[in-house]
């Protein structure tokens, strides 16, 4: 059973950072294309960015230049460095794995979504 625990949210002022970090198991970790997204208030969950098990990185228009997302194989962990956070990123944040996993019971058909962490910056 892949499991993906988020931690790292919090309160921050506006121009402040955090980092997220999303723990995963029960997959083959390196093996697997990964991504955070977002869900703000009466909203649909939207995409933050992604990050293929080649590095390729991929990211929304509203966090270029201020978010990175990272990976570190040998801790089966996740990373999202946000900086110069803004009022208009205040939303649950969710660690993702797409459908086509390698999981540790084969191939997975279903995609993974962690529990959500909040973060919430003020103005």
């Known amino acids: 059973q892949v499991q993906l625990v988020e931690s790292g949210g919090g309160l921050v002022q506006a121009g402040g950072s955090l980092r997220l970090s999303c723990a995963a198991s029960?997959?083959?970790?390196?093996?697997?294309?990964m991504g955070w997204y977002r869900q703000h208030p009466g909203k649909q969950r939207e995409l933050v960015a992604t990050?293929?098990?080649?590095?390729?990185?991929n990211y929304a228009d509203s966090v270029k230049g201020r978010f990175t997302i990272s990976r570190d194989n040998a801790k089966n962990t996740m990373y999202l460095q946000m900086n110069d956070l803004k009022p208009e990123d205040t939303a649950v944040y969710y660690c993702?794995?797409?459908?086509?996993?390698?999981?540790?019971?084969?191939?997975?058909?279903?995609?993974?979504w962690g529990q959500g962490t909040q973060v919430t910056v003020s103005s």
């Open positions: 993702n794995v797409p459908a086509g996993a390698r999981t540790v019971s084969g191939r997975s058909f279903r995609e993974y």
């Open positions: 990050m293929s098990t080649g590095g390729y990185t």
């Open positions: 029960g997959m083959f970790f390196s093996a697997n294309a």
